[in-house]
């Protein structure tokens, strides 16, 4: 049987293969490397973030709110000292020391009180492990806890003065204003006003959003 003139079989081949738009894309080698990388990252840090929920589950079960403060802030900085040590992410180790539900809060409930264990050593060594968990390689985030963004409204002057710093110490200005966010402020130092309150309301983000919520976009934000 003669096929030379059989126009069936002479198509040319590209019209037998599916257009590169309809196929999906091969994975090279170094995608399917990170790929590969990111789920060992993230089953390591979910092991971890395992072993140091444990951790702080026991610790949770010393606190006793009728202690001195003296040895209220003796226990502070024992519960920190074991969170450092197994800590994931410092977000976690901010989380059950210096955070809302944090041991520093859940013992200082009385302002002076919490005043006067910001003031002490105890409060000052915490700090300094937060700030060596901060200086550590470890993931920007954490998968217990969802990730916010502020928008601040402030003059183009401090704008810059806050870059400026930021270049000086060789860090990004999201770094240096979560740094100083998590300094204590002088209350001193806090204007008093009696213009009414702009802006977002602090509370849970799945509060309703009203008119007077909403911030406008076009004002410069840092973070």
């Not at 202690?67 to 180790?93: I, N």
Request: charged share 30%; aromatic share 4%; with cysteine.
């Amino acid at each position: 049987m003669n096929f030379e003139n059989n126009t069936s079989f002479s198509q040319p081949t590209e019209q037998w293969q599916m257009p590169a738009e309809g196929r999906p894309a091969a994975k090279t080698a170094s995608s399917r490397i990170r790929d590969k990388a990111a789920d060992e990252a993230g089953e390591k840090l979910a092991a971890e973030m395992k072993v140091f929920n444990s951790v702080a589950l026991e610790l949770k079960a010393k606190r006793d709110c009728s202690l001195p403060t003296s040895e209220k802030c003796r226990l502070v900085f024992e519960t920190a000292t074991e969170l450092f040590g197994v800590a994931p992410t410092w977000t976690a180790f901010y989380r059950e020391t210096l955070g809302g539900d944090g041991v520093s809060r859940a013992l200082f409930t009385d302002a002076e009180e919490a005043r006067e264990y910001e003031a002490s050593d105890e409060h000052c060594k915490v700090m300094e492990m937060l700030t060596v968990l901060r200086s550590r390689d470890l993931p920007e985030n954490d998968p217990h806890e969802q990730q916010r963004m502020i928008t601040v409204r402030i003059p183009k002057s401090l704008h810059d003065s806050i870059c400026d710093e930021a270049n000086a110490l060789a860090v990004s200005v999201n770094k240096l204003c979560i740094s100083r966010l998590l300094q204590k402020v002088d209350l001193s130092m806090i204007p008093s006003s009696t213009q009414k309150r702009r802006g977002r309301r602090p509370g849970s983000a799945g509060t309703k959003t009203t008119a007077s919520d909403i911030v406008d976009s076009s004002e410069p934000e840092v973070a």
